[in-house]
T-cell receptor, first 114, second 109 residues
Framework: AAGVIQSPRHLIKEKRETATLKCYPI?????VYWYQQGPGQDPQFLIS???????DKGSIPDRFSAQQFSDYHSELNMSSLELGDSALYFC?????????????FGPGTRLTVL | DAKTTQPTSMDCAEGRAANLPCNHS???????VYWYRQIHSQGPQYIIH???NNETNEMASLIITEDRKSSTLILPHATLRDTAVYYC??????????FGTGTSLTVIP
């Protein structure tokens, strides 16, 4: 079965640079979630989109922005990178279902800021 | 904020059933109980979820108490590949997951 695709899988940036992470949801999934997992920490919710509109917002820094496109893929844009932004970034997708909307996670992008 | 309490770590012998408890005493009527696991640095993997009835799938069983204040995830025959951090999450539909600290399960040969 098709899974969530994230690219790139690994990314190395310098401080103050910008980075763009991409997420391609499972086909027919219209909701996308972004999570950040720092070293030794649990995943923390950043932001979500439903039908190309922001649906919820968590602990996302102002330096970060995201959007969902007409084909439902999503991009997380990160500017003025800091050392503390080094983390695993997971994208998850789900179908919108009023009964339960299980999130399916991608393999993640490992961002290293030097 | 996480609304669940799980033991920090557990061991289980290979081939035996692994029973992972979770307390969610403040769960609301419309909140589902989800279980995910994360094998080192991989994306969290969905295991099972339920509202109030017990559930079973090819991976595990979920037992929810009648008052819904706690649940148990059962892996019937644990293998070494089941070694992972297991997260119990409660949430209403449409909201993000709060993962909490999870239970680190080690399956011992």
């Amino acid at each position: 079965a098709a899974g969530v695709i994230q690219s790139p899988r690994h990314l190395i940036k310098e401080k103050r640079e910008t980075a763009t992470l991409k997420c391609y949801p499972i086909p027919r999934h219209d909701t996308v979630y972004w999570y950040q997992q720092g070293p030794g920490q649990d995943p923390q919710f950043l932001i979500s989109f439903y039908e190309k509109m922001q649906s919820d917002k968590g602990s996302i820094p102002d330096r970060f922005s995201a959007q969902q496109f007409s084909d439902y893929h999503s991009e997380l844009n990160m500017s003025s990178l800091e050392l503390g932004d080094s983390a695993l970034y997971f994208c998850a997708s789900s179908p919108w279902d009023s009964r339960s909307d299980t999130q399916y996670f991608g393999p993640g992008t490992r961002l290293t800021v030097l | 904020d996480a609304k669940t309490t799980q033991p920090t770590s557990m061991d289980c012998a290979e081939g035996r059933a692994a029973n992972l408890p979770c307390n969610h005493s403040t769960i609301s009527g419309n909140e589902y109980v989800y279980w995910y696991r994360q094998i080192h640095s991989q994306g969290p993997q969905y295991i099972i979820h339920g509202l109030k009835n017990n559930e079973t799938n090819e991976m595990a069983s979920l037992i929810i108490t009648e008052d819904r204040k706690s649940s148990t995830l059962i892996l019937p025959h644990a293998t070494l590949r089941d070694t992972a951090v297991y997260y119990c999450i409660v949430r209403p539909t449409g909201n993000q997951f709060y993962f909490g600290t999870g239970t680190s399960l080690t399956v011992i040969p």
